[in-house]
T-cell receptor
Framework: GENVEQHPSTLSVQEGDSAVIKCTYSDSASNYFPWYKQELGKGPQLIIDIRSNVGEKKDQRIAVTLNKTAKHFSLHITETQPEDSAVYFCAAASNYQLIWGAGTKLIIKP | GAGVSQSPSNKVTEKGKDVELRCDPISGHTALYWYRQSLGQGLEFLIYFQGNSAPDKSGLPSDRFSAERTGGSVSTLTIQRTQQEDSAVYLC????????????FGNGTRLTVT
């Protein structure tokens, strides 16, 4: 079946540096790619998403890039801050169904 | 406005007992999803509702799990004869139900089976 691979599983960066998380999907029909941030004890929260007709989208310190030919997409966080520490999930969707990556624990070192 | 509300936030139960978990979606959201998340793990899809009907029940782990949705709003997930491996956080999400509309999650119910 369809799957989404997410790397790395854990990422530790110095505060102020950039963080990049990468995902690869298998279903070529996928047309929607959201990223969610999950803080401890809370449900995932949408932080940015991109649709298949767009190659890049930016929202302040967060950006997502999509390469449909290679079937991969990435989350970029610049100027990382302590509050960016969380688990990040990527997903790929076709119709109503979201296929989720396994998550990346992002640690921001002071 | 109000987000997705789940209750209880925590539930401890003895093995073999039945439990009911409740989800109140965002008003006007026609699609509702249940997921399970074990400690430190990803999201495991359980079931999806569009209105009151469940076109996809493929993720329910066994016949001990069932879910219903009434009035196109509140949903309950029922686990019968709970087992220790059922211990997890159960997350509910809702969306507008349009193609690829974003999911809004509740904070989950943490279920512990002793």
């Amino acid at each position: 079946g369809e799957n989404v691979e997410q790397h790395p599983s854990t990422l530790s960066v110095q505060e102020g540096d950039s963080a990049v998380i990468k995902c690869t999907y298998s279903d070529s029909a996928s047309n929607y790619f959201p990223w969610y941030k999950q803080e401890l004890g809370k449900g995932p929260q949408l932080i940015i998403d991109i649709r298949s007709n767009v190659g890049e989208k930016k929202d302040q310190r967060i950006a997502v890039t999509l390469n449909k030919t290679a079937k991969h997409f990435s989350l970029h966080i610049t100027e990382t801050q302590p509050e960016d520490s969380a688990v990040y999930f990527c997903a790929a969707a076709s119709n109503y169904q979201l296929i989720w990556g396994a998550g990346t624990k992002l640690i921001i070192k002071p | 406005g109000a987000g997705v509300s789940q209750s209880p936030s925590n539930k401890v139960t003895e093995k073999g007992k039945d439990v009911e978990l409740r989800c109140d979606p965002i008003s006007g959201h026609t699609a509702l999803y249940w997921y399970r998340q074990s400690l430190g793990q990803g999201l495991e899809f359980l079931i999806y509702f569009q209105g009151n009907s469940a076109p996809d029940k493929s993720g329910l782990p066994s016949d001990r799990f069932s879910a219903e949705r009434t009035g196109g709003s509140v949903s309950t997930l029922t686990i019968q004869r709970t087992q220790q491996e059922d211990s997890a956080v159960y997350l509910c999400a809702s969306s507008l139900g349009l193609d690829n509309s974003p999911l809004h999650f509740g904070n989950g119910t943490r279920l512990t089976v002793t």
